[in-house]
């Protein structure tokens, strides 16, 4: 995918017509000079670019033409309250779920039409998608780093669970695990392959504040060193601020405001981004001071 | 290790291969593997698979016994309930194996993981084809090892025409799994009992026990519609008139391959199916 900086002389071709028509959808900026300190159209090198996804379920609307678009090795949240159709856009990124319309290209492809040719380079962890309870952790990482194609399998294995700090019970079935060592290897598991896209739901939900925070630690050091892309959805505000430079709201299906935290927070007139969280879930007063 | 406490090992060295083949032996391998890491960890389940076709041969065994000098058509061939009786269950031990892997994703809730990897629904599938041969060998090679010391009658002694029947019996199998597997997609854990009972309905069409002829001449054409009965009746020409009969078995493998490719095609339909539905997701215990 080309930067939209570098596609600057190329007005007019279709990579050029698409990523402008997601970021125009997404910002209201319309002149040059706005454009220049706006931090969306500042996006180089959008690694998933969403335009105007549509799902409905019979009568229900979930996701009602969102766009947005996650940079190169940068973290993105995903916020809104429950039922704000979060789960349901990760689903249709991932390609668990079709779009009733709209287009999700992740690196450069159509996930409607060629999702099989990035799956390998993603991967994704949620702690409502179970791994096999009976199966031991050990034998888990391995089925997934042989699904994932991970080169010499058993050496990835071992490095990862080093890494993670699971070799203690690495023998274990993975339903005897308590909430932090699930958290663990679910991480695990969304590593093995060393995405270049990774999606977290909830990534530390249930976790005490200790592990919580090593799990935080341990994304921020994963990106630094691999320079990936996250999104993330979330409900725990503080780690957004944390570890997102770009925050998605979502409300009722829609997206209702988007920005850099610190953006959000002083155009919404709050203390910090939970406040900004709590008034456009309020929504009569989401109305930026 | 790195400052992080990460082991640096580089996608050049360890990362994915950037794989995008449209089917992967390798993929199906992992995911044999997951079902083998299954069975080898519990071993009720391994007790369970050779459980019941051991008790059934040794009730048939002696129901052939005490028949054989009570019925001219069993004394005629001995083996033909107990060949008949491990023949069926080779087809339900089939079926079972294709729906109980199946199943256990959907009670482990592992669809979701298993999807958004580079895994694709006809990997899936045949990963399952092959869990069921293995389940198959593994309920059945005791079963029919026993009844030689037991009662004297080796199905073995059926020749290549029981590698032709199992064939078949195993491919019939697997179309009416790849069809339960699609009604799961489409309906969850509440389309469970399928997987134990739907086999059942074809048993007496089948005619396993006794040949199409008895059948009412309605039924005969459900019958003959059905692979299975042509396996029992090449199975009966076998044993009482000792030949081969090359029509059963074209009639058999004709129209395996036809219910083969219609349950291969409801499986995938299904799957795309819940893909809309969100369905894949939704499915657990």
């Known amino acids: ?289 | 290790m790195t400052e992080s406490g990460m082991t640096d090992l580089g996608m050049t060295d360890t990362g994915t291969r950037r794989a995008v083949r449209a089917f992967s032996p390798a993929r199906v391998y992992a995911m044999v593997l997951r079902y083998v890491y299954l069975l080898r960890g519990s071993w009720p389940r391994i007790l369970e698979l050779i459980y019941w076709p051991t008790i059934q041969m040794i009730i048939w065994g002696f129901t052939s016994q005490f028949m054989a000098t009570n019925s001219s058509w069993v004394g005629q061939a001995f083996g033909v309930l107990l060949g008949a009786v491990l023949l069926w269950d080779v087809f339900f031990r089939g079926q079972l194996g294709v729906s109980i892997s199946f199943l256990e994703e959907l009670w482990s809730r592992n669809l979701g993981h298993l999807f958004v990897s580079p895994l694709r629904p006809l990997e899936w599938a045949v990963s399952l084809l092959v869990m069921s041969f293995i389940r198959v060998m593994i309920a059945m090679l005791p079963a029919a090892l026993l009844a030689i010391p037991m009662f004297g009658y080796s199905v073995f002694t059926l020749g290549l025409p029981l590698a032709a029947f199992v064939a078949n019996l195993l491919v019939a199998s697997w179309a009416v799994g790849m069809a339960i597997g699609a009604m799961l997609l489409l309906n969850g854990l509440g389309a469970e009992g399928l997987a134990w009972l739907a086999v059942f309905i074809l048993s007496p069409v089948s005619a396993v026990y006794y040949p199409v002829s008895v059948l009412p001449g309605w039924l005969q054409v459900v019958a003959f519609a059905l692979p299975t009965s042509h396996v029992f009746e090449g199975m009966r020409k076998v044993m009482f008139d000792h030949v081969f009969s090359w029509s059963e078995m074209a009639w058999a493998t004709g129209l395996n391959v036809v219910y083969m490719a219609l349950g291969a095609a409801f499986f995938l339909w299904a799957f795309h199916r819940a893909r809309i539905r969100g369905s894949i997701l939704q499915t657990g215990e």
């Open chain 1, 1 to 289: 995918m080309p930067t939209v900086e570098s596609l600057q002389g190329h007005e007019g071709s279709p990579e050029w017509a698409r990523s402008e028509r997601v970021l125009s959808a997404v910002c209201s900026c319309r002149l040059a000079k706005h454009r220049a300190s706006c931090h969306i159209h500042s996006v180089s090198d959008p690694v998933i670019l969403v335009e105007n996804l549509v799902k409905r379920f019979g009568a229900s609307t979930a996701v009602d033409g969102v766009s947005f678009v996650v940079p190169r090795g940068r973290t993105t949240a995903l916020l809104g309250g429950n039922g704000a159709g979060k789960t349901t856009t990760i689903s249709m990124l991932l390609g668990l779920l079709l779009p009733t319309s709209g287009s999700i290209r992740v690196l450069g492809e159509d996930m409607l039409r060629h999702r099989h040719r990035v799956l390998s380079r993603m991967n994704f962890s949620s702690p409502y998608v179970d791994l096999p309870h009976r199966l031991t952790v050990r034998e888990n990482l391995m089925i997934y780093a042989r699904l994932y194609g991970v080169d010499r399998p058993t050496r990835r294995v071992a490095a990862i669970m080093g890494d993670l700090q699971i070799g203690e019970f690495a023998n274990r079935p993975s339903g005897r695990l308590s909430a932090g060592q699930k958290t663990r290897v679910a991480l695990a598991k969304a590593l093995l392959n060393e995405p270049e896209v990774l999606l977290l739901d909830e990534p530390t939900a249930s976790l005490d504040p200790d592990t919580a925070d090593w799990v935080r630690s341990y994304l921020e050091a994963y990106q630094r060193r691999t320079g990936a892309s996250i999104l993330l959805a979330s409900h725990n505000m503080a780690e957004v601020e944390r570890l997102c430079s770009d925050v998605v709201m979502m409300r009722q299906g829609r997206i209702v405001d988007q920005g850099a935290p610190a953006e959000l927070v002083e155009r919404y007139g709050r203390a910090d981004l939970e406040g900004v969280f709590l008034a456009i879930a309020r929504r009569s007063e989401a109305v930026p001071a």
